[in-house]
């Protein structure tokens, strides 16, 4: 029983890095990454693939129009 604990948090790190790692941006947005905190590039909508706890994404920016009421 306890031999089976141990697996469960061991796969469930593995999927915990692996979702970490890749990053997929939808369309009309786009990802600013950060290496160590600093700006590092924007990723545009497709499928990415990061180093875990080095790179992360800082910012998620929305490229969709925005509508106003003008008075």
Do not use: C
């Not at 604990?5 to 600013?32: K, S």
């Not at 905190?37 to 990415?48: C, D, E, I, R, W």
């Amino acid at each position: 029983m306890g031999d089976f604990f141990i697996y469960a948090i061991g796969v469930g790190l593995i999927l915990w890095i692996f979702f970490q790692t890749v990053r997929i941006v939808p369309q009309r947005e786009q990802f600013v990454v950060e290496n160590l905190g600093k700006y590092q590039k924007t990723l545009s909508a497709g499928f990415h693939i990061l180093i875990p706890f080095v790179q992360k994404v800082g910012y998620k920016h929305t490229l969709k129009e925005q509508t106003i009421d003008v008075p």
